[in-house]
């Protein structure tokens, strides 16, 4: 399937990407387009539109509680794995302003700000963040499993 947002991806627009790929559909195509072309390109390409307003996977409020688009997607595919709806949380962090804030948010941010600066696209952006994504989804997997037991130095 196509799948389309704005471009100059930062947490979001590469969140999604990574979430849709590993999760929703095994041979994806995204495609990143200036923000008011989104909704006409997704039609002329048949392709679902994402992080955008007017896009079904974009944010919400549910009881006056703000989601994003990650956490769009978890619904819509109806995604159950208690890592990926912990690791939607540190999304929601650094894409919106919870009031339960994780702390790992700021950082996932910071880091999606660096690499957006260093890639030449948004292609490119994907390529150097999934593994970070990886890494976080790993990391949330573990904290689930251990309850986060283990001593920092163990971890190294």
Partial sequence: MKWITREKAKVDRIACPWLITRFVDKNPEFLF???NEVMKVAVEQNAIPFDV????????????YEYVSFDAVIRKHRLKDPAL?????????ADAE????????????AAALGF????????????????????????CKWK??????LEHS???
Avoid at 85 to 93: D, G, P, Q, T
Avoid at 117 to 132: S, T
């Fill in 33 to 35: 387009v200036p923000a």
């Fill in 53 to 64: 307003p007017g896009a079904e996977l974009h944010h919400y409020k549910e009881n006056g």
């Fill in 85 to 93: 709806l912990e690791f939607a949380k540190i999304v929601r962090s």
């Fill in 98 to 109: 919870p009031p339960d804030s994780k702390a790992e948010g700021p950082g996932l941010e």
């Fill in 116 to 139: 957006r600066m260093i890639a030449k696209d948004d292609y490119e952006n994907m390529k150097l963040q999934f593994p970070l994504y990886d890494a976080l989804y790993a990391y």
């Fill in 144 to 149: 689930l499993e251990d309850g986060g037991k």
């Fill in 154 to 156: 163990q971890t190294k």
